[in-house]
C-alpha cells in the first residue's frame, strides 16, 4: 500500500472511530471562549531556574501535561485548544527554560534538559504519572521523557515533530541555517513580550532555540522502539514534518496510532501565530485526541 494511501486510510478509521464512540463528537455553535483562568499558578523552583506552571480544571485523574513548541509561550501554543481540555481533566502547562515567564540559566536549551525540568517540575507538584502532549519542540522534550521515565508518562501524543534531520524536508534545515532574529515572526516577539517585557531576554531565548535545532541530532531506532507506552503520532498534512516520516514512526513504536488532520504546523491546534482563524479546529483535534487519551 502506498504511504499517501496508508495514511487517508489510517486517518478515516481513527476520525470513524471517534464519531461512533460513546459520547459523539458534535461541533458547538459557539467555539468555547480563547482562555481559561487557571485554578493554580506560580514559580517552582526547578533545577537552578524559576518555572512558571499553570494548572487548569478540577477534575480528578491523570492530568494532561502541555509541552510548547519552541519560542512560544502556553498562550501561543494552547490558547485555544487548552480550555476545552480543561472542561474534561486536569490540565498542567509550562514555560519552558528561558520562554515567557520562565527563568533561564548558564546553559543552552536542550531537549534533554528541558525534559529533566518537566519531571522536576512533576515531582514537585506531587504527580505520580501523567498524559504528556507536546507541539513541535515540546514534542521532543516529550519524547525524552517517554524514552527516560516510562513509568511516569501513561499516553504520549508527538504533534508536529521528528527523531531523525531527515524527517523534515530540506528548506526547513535551509531556512534555519540562515534564520536570524529579525527575521523571527513578530507574532512570537508579541508574545514573550507580553509576559516578559525584556528585549534582551527573547534575544536570548530566539538564540538558544535556533542554536539547539541547528544542532538537532537523530535519535537512534532503538531509542524510539523502547517507547512502549501508547502513543499518538499527530500531524498536519502540511506540516513541517514529513508524511513519510510520520508513518516510520508509528511502524517503530508497537503501540502507536497516526493522526492526521489538514492543514500547516500549528493549524489543528489553533496555534495563536498560525491558525489564520480556524476557530472549529480545536475543538475537533481535542475531540480525537481524549478519544485516544480515554481510550483502554
Not at 506560580?42 to 478540577?58: C, D, F, K, S, T
Not at 487548552?82 to 474534561?88: E, G, K, R, S
Amino acid at each position: 500500500m502506498k504511504v499517501y494511501n496508508l495514511i487517508h486510510y489510517v486517518f478515516i478509521l481513527f476520525f470513524l472511530a471517534a464519531c461512533s464512540a460513546s459520547r459523539p463528537f458534535q461541533l458547538r455553535e459557539t467555539p468555547p471562549k480563547i482562555g481559561s483562568e487557571p485554578i493554580e499558578k506560580g514559580l517552582a523552583p526547578i533545577r537552578g531556574i524559576q518555572m512558571y506552571y499553570e494548572i487548569h480544571g478540577e477534575k480528578d485523574g491523570i492530568p494532561l501535561v502541555l509541552l510548547n513548541g519552541g519560542g512560544s509561550t502556553i498562550e501561543v501554543t494552547y490558547s485555544r485548544i487548552l480550555p476545552i481540555f480543561a472542561q474534561n481533566r486536569k490540565v498542567i502547562a509550562l514555560d519552558e527554560q528561558g520562554h515567557g515567564r520562565t527563568t533561564d540559566r548558564n546553559a543552552p536549551v536542550s531537549f534533554d534538559t528541558s525534559a529533566e525540568d518537566v519531571v522536576a517540575l512533576l515531582k514537585f507538584l506531587k504527580v505520580e504519572q501523567a498524559d504528556i502532549f507536546g507541539f513541535s519542540n515540546g514534542a521532543s522534550v516529550a519524547l525524552q521523557i517517554a524514552i527516560k521515565y516510562p513509568k511516569l508518562v501513561r499516553k504520549l501524543v508527538f504533534a508536529s515533530s521528528i527523531t531523525k534531520r531527515n524527517g523534515a524536508y530540506p528548506m526547513f534545515w535551509n531556512f534555519m541555517k540562515n534564520a536570524t532574529f529579525e527575521n523571527m515572526p513578530q507574532a512570537l516577539k508579541d508574545a514573550f513580550l507580553k509576559v516578559n517585557p525584556d528585549p534582551q531576554k527573547l534575544y536570548t531565548m530566539y538564540e538558544k532555540d535556533a542554536v539547539r535545532m541547528r544542532n538537532f541530532k537523530d535519535l537512534s531506532d532503538k531509542e524510539i522502539r523502547t517507547v512502549g507506552i501508547p502513543t499518538l503520532i499527530l500531524l498536519g498534512d502540511r506540516d513541517v514534518p514529513k508524511l513519510e516520516h510520520a508513518v516510520e514512526m508509528v511502524r517503530m513504536i508497537p503501540k502507536a496510532r497516526l493522526l492526521v488532520l489538514p492543514g500547516g504546523h500549528g493549524d489543528y491546534l489553533g496555534e495563536a501565530i498560525m491558525s489564520q482563524g480556524k476557530d472549529r479546529y480545536p475543538e475537533l483535534t481535542s475531540a480525537l485526541i481524549q478519544d485516544f487519551l480515554d481510550s483502554p
